[in-house]
């Protein structure tokens, strides 16, 4: 049997890849890890310190060359800052009050979002404008006209005083309109062509859809008033309405300084913020991705 070949076809064959040798694509990879690693590393570092600050005694904090890790890891510092200072006091108020402001946002927010890229009405541009300018103003130079409002109204050292200036942050409405208007324009014309109203509309078509969203502006609402320290300090001036972030600094007097207490209490305050981020990363990142995504 005579084998038939055809030359000008080998040229057109790739030659087999060679083993052994990174590409460069595989070399970039191995980049953005190593990248990726060092970043997470020094990222955990201050995390691992106070952790292991808190669980050291007065003694051993002061050691020379100091320890990254206890000897004899001891609970103290944690026993008297529960025993010794009101603390589930000061964690119940940052809870009802970061727990509150995302709620109430995540519904008001959403809608008007809605009603931002969805719905025509008279002075809508202007209006959207408005909140864009709104989010260049920071919140030092609106403290004073606050505190006067919040004043006037009786509404000093008390929840609703904490909660209400947080629910102005014009944040939430920019990306629940931003992620809203991503969506396709003919599932509410469906739904309007069934007769839904507007509230249906966007309580079984809109929310349903943007659930990333919300978790995203969810989280970020949530981080941001339980570390919220300047508002706390000077709308609550009675020791019982005093938040988290306002008791663990009233530990540090002008002549002593507890390291131990001051970590055992940063630890404390960091756990429910690395809980709600760790239940619900798998909305956060989907909804991250989304908004990065958006055409």
């Not at 991250?288 to 995504?293: E, K, N, T, V």
Request: overall charge neutral; charged content about 15%; aromatic content about 12%.
């Amino acid at each position: 049997m005579v084998e038939t070949h055809f030359p000008e076809l080998d040229a057109t064959v790739p030659p087999p890849p060679r083993r052994g040798i990174l590409s460069t694509a595989s070399l970039y990879k191995l980049a953005i890890y190593i990248i990726l690693i060092v970043a997470a590393f020094i990222a955990m570092v201050p995390f691992g310190y106070v952790v292991s600050t808190s669980l050291k005694s007065t003694m051993s904090l002061f050691a020379y060359p100091p320890d990254w890790l206890p000897d004899e890891p001891t609970l103290d510092n944690y026993r008297n800052l529960i025993d010794r200072y009101p603390f589930w006091r000061w964690l119940m108020n940052s809870a009802i009050v970061a727990g509150s402001v995302t709620l109430i946002k995540l519904v008001v927010d959403s809608m008007a979002g809605y009603a931002f890229a969805k719905m025509r009405f008279p002075g809508k541009e202007p209006l959207f404008l408005l909140v864009l300018i709104s989010l260049m103003v920071p919140f030092a130079a609106l403290l004073i006209p606050t505190f006067i409002i919040v004043r006037e109204l009786g509404l000093l050292n008390t929840y609703w005083g904490l909660i209400l200036p947080g629910l102005a942050s014009p944040i939430g409405i920019f990306m629940m309109r931003q992620f809203i208007e991503s969506l396709p324009s003919d599932l509410e014309n469906a739904a309007r062509l069934d007769g839904c109203s507007e509230f249906q509309i966007y309580r079984r078509v809109i929310l349903p859809l943007i659930k990333p969203g919300l978790v995203v502006l969810g989280v970020f609402t949530f981080m941001t008033q339980w570390t919220s320290y300047l508002w706390p300090l000077v709308a609550a001036t009675k020791p019982q309405m005093a938040t988290l972030t306002v008791g663990a600094r009233s530990l540090t007097s002008d002549f002593t300084q507890d390291w131990g207490l001051n970590s055992a209490a940063a630890v404390l305050s960091m756990l429910p913020m690395i809980l709600v981020f760790i239940f619900l990363q798998r909305y956060f990142i989907a909804g991250s991705i989304a908004g990065a995504l958006k055409e």
